[in-house]
């Protein structure tokens, strides 16, 4: 769901798109890898340039909106680096753990690293939580920050470690009411809807 990231900064840009939904078998295409290296979604076109990774797309967005990257150049020192500490410091525990839970759960190594993994995302989150502290945002404002660590802590909704943690509960509440992800949540549920069971 990291397209659900470009969606959400997509809206609160106030910036039109146009979705391609594809399948298996396009992300296997020799044209969608000339997209998406990986073969991985989400990708994005804005004229000749081709953007993957969505965190580098929620930048590029970002770069272009003061709704999702303040224009002041101190603001937008102190907000890059929180979307990088989401991205490599926070994720990459959160979806070991994910992965471990919905892919592994039975299995007897799962069953062993697993208490390691979770040990590992508290501390993160912990580090998270003391930052924000009473704070609404990670830095004054909401930015783009904020929208990818959202996206973040969504990896966990499985999970019962947000909800156990007042201060990211109330944070990612926050989030979670905007009405940009609200429609962008929408627009993504939207193709599901008309497959037919």
């Not at 009405?179 to 962008?184: E, H, I, R, S, V």
Request: glycine fraction near 2%; include cysteine; proline fraction near 6%.
């Amino acid at each position: 769901m990291r397209d659900v990231r470009v969606r959400w900064a997509l809206e609160e840009a106030g910036l039109p798109c146009q979705e391609r939904l594809i399948r298996a078998d396009d992300q296997a295409s020799a044209a969608y890898r000339a997209l998406q290296p990986s073969a991985q979604v989400a990708a994005i076109e804005i004229g000749e340039l081709k953007w993957f990774e969505s965190g580098a797309i929620v930048l590029h967005i970002a770069e272009r909106s003061d709704a999702l990257m303040p224009s002041d150049p101190t603001r937008r020192a102190r907000t890059q680096p929180w979307v990088f500490a989401a991205l490599n410091a926070v994720e990459p525990h959160i979806q070991n753990l994910a992965e471990l839970d919905l892919f592994h759960a039975r299995e007897d190594w799962a069953l062993a690293r697993g208490p390691m993994v979770v040990q590992a995302v508290r501390k993160r989150l912990a580090a998270l939580a003391n930052w924000l502290g009473a704070r609404d945002f990670l830095e004054d404002s909401f930015t783009a920050a904020d929208l990818i660590t959202a996206t973040v802590l969504r990896i966990l909704c499985h999970t019962d470690i947000v909800a156990k943690r007042p201060i990211l509960r109330a944070y990612q509440a926050r989030r979670e009411a905007r009405p940009a992800l609200q429609k962008a949540m929408a627009n993504y549920l939207r193709p599901f809807k008309t497959i037919p069971a």
